[in-house]
């Protein structure tokens, strides 16, 4: 893949040599690129293959292989190359033809020199900057499947895009969302990307300590510090000398101890409790928060230096709302994952229970529908996961009758009636058909109906009785 900087190549076809020759002097002296000659489609055909060029200049007038029919080859090989087409016989059906193919640019002879250079030029770009997206987009993929990034909303795309243009730095990064949106993800995939990845990360729960323990936990102290201090101990700010350090939940740190980070940051050092001298380290800082620091800037309660000694670079982590259409993505990836977990393989949403859970309100985001996927693959006893089996407050029941009403409130009045009677219908012949281990006969006798109308409402709801069979056994 060529960089930005590398040299790009330009491939120019033409069965006169005198033409090739001329083409090369004058774009050759305007254009910095790599100019390669063919003297014919076939020739040409074969240095794509071999040299991958960034543009094609062609005839479109050649014995072999014609401009079009090279064009169309080329693009069929790679068709982030920009091919441009130029002739001496220019018919307006022919460059119509060649632009609906998919030339960049379309010229006759004798032609503008100027014009010609500028079309190249814009031809390089194009390419490069196809090129480019291409290999951003393989990275990003990659990244998705190594740190376990579900979706492909623009709003994860534009993250992941970020994370891959400063991970493998040493700014710091302040990462914003609400709780359970993948802050801490964020921050260990950061980490993962860089150079510091052979080095463990250091996690710091920010409000789980006290104030007189944080300080003394993140720069550590030396013996005789203060009553106890029987040992020197290290901070966690040298045991993380060469990696990344997370403060997660930055907002809640005292006042005294903000002034002692922005030290660290301003420096590069830290002076451990009890000591008279400072200790250089090589740390990068990745901070978290879920609080609005502007705020509290405002209130005194966080300093502003730090503030914007720590948002360098910002990371705003999607609430599930705003990418909800990543929905459908997150569930199957935590049923995939906990299916394998619990040895429950062959587990399926039912099609509503997706449109259920794109219609919810997830107040706790990924972490709250990732912790009611993983309930109800735990319950579930069929191998359909309906919307009665997805809790609305992750391991409560108190709502369990009225489950779906996020997903009605957009309907009419009757469409929603309808479709309660629905859910209640398949969860009611669900449960009697799971107590009857797939047996229609006690199913039915169990729900007061006789046997062929419990039968005819299998059918509309669409339950196959043998999927809730315990055994081979028969029950007609």
């Not at 449960?431 to 007061?448: D, K």
């Amino acid at each position: 893949m060529k960089t930005k900087t590398s040299k790009q190549r330009l491939l120019i076809v033409d069965d006169r040599e005198d033409m090739l020759k001329l083409l090369k002097q004058v774009i050759g002296g305007k254009c910095s690129c790599h100019i390669d000659l063919a003297k014919s489609g076939l020739e040409a055909i074969e240095k794509v293959k071999d040299s991958d060029p960034d543009v094609v200049l062609t005839d479109i007038k050649m014995p072999d292989l014609d401009g079009l029919s090279l064009l169309r080859r080329v693009l069929a090989f790679d068709s982030s190359i920009s091919v441009i087409i130029m002739t001496g016989y220019a018919t307006v059906e022919s460059a119509v033809e060649a632009l609906k193919d998919g030339a960049l640019d379309f010229f006759q002879k004798p032609f503008d020199n100027d014009m010609v250079i500028h079309a190249v030029k814009k031809g390089l770009e194009r390419t490069w900057l196809l090129r480019e997206n291409r290999r951003l987009q393989e990275q990003i993929a990659s990244t998705q499947e190594q740190f376990g990034f579900v979706g492909k909303s623009t709003k994860i795309m534009n993250i992941l895009e970020l994370m891959n243009r400063v991970a493998d730095t040493d700014v710091t990064v302040l990462i914003r969302g609400e709780s359970g949106t993948g802050k801490e993800v964020a921050a260990r995939a950061l980490h993962q990307m860089s150079s510091r990845s052979h080095k463990r990360m250091i996690t710091v729960n920010c409000p789980a300590l006290p104030e007189h323990i944080l300080e003394s936990e993140l720069f550590g102290y030396t013996k005789g510090a203060f009553t106890g201090a029987t040992i020197d101990k290290v901070g966690l700010f040298q045991a993380a000398n060469g990696s990344s350090i997370l403060l997660d939940e930055i907002a809640d740190i005292p006042l005294s101890i903000q002034t002692k980070l922005l030290r660290v940051l301003q420096e590069k050092e830290i002076r451990p409790l009890g000591s008279t001298t400072s200790i250089k380290v090589d740390v990068r800082v990745i901070a978290s928060t879920n609080q609005n620091l502007e705020e509290k800037i405002a209130k005194g309660t966080f300093r502003e230096d730090l503030f914007y000694r720590l948002n360098v670079v910002s990371i705003t982590m999607p609430s599930l709302k705003e990418i909800a259409e990543d929905i459908p993505l997150l569930a199957q990836h935590f049923l995939d994952k906990y299916s394998r977990e619990y040895g429950k393989e062959g587990l399926e949403f039912a099609p509503e229970s997706i449109r259920c859970l794109m219609q919810r309100e997830w107040k706790g985001n990924v972490r709250q529908l990732q912790n009611a996927i993983k309930r109800a693959v735990l319950l579930v006893s069929s191998k359909i996961i309906w919307p009665t089996d997805i809790p609305i407050d992750n391991g409560t029941d108190k709502d369990s009758n009225v489950i779906t009403m996020p997903c009605l409130a957009h309907l009419p009045y009757k469409k929603a009636k309808e479709k309660i009677v629905h859910t209640f219908s398949v969860s009611y012949l669900t449960r009697a058909l799971q107590a009857s281990g797939g047996n229609v006969t006690a199913a039915a006798r169990m729900c007061g109906l006789e046997r062929q109308s419990l039968q005819r409402l299998l059918k509309k709801h669409d339950l196959d009785p043998a999927s809730f069979r315990h055994s081979k056994a028969s029950e007609n």
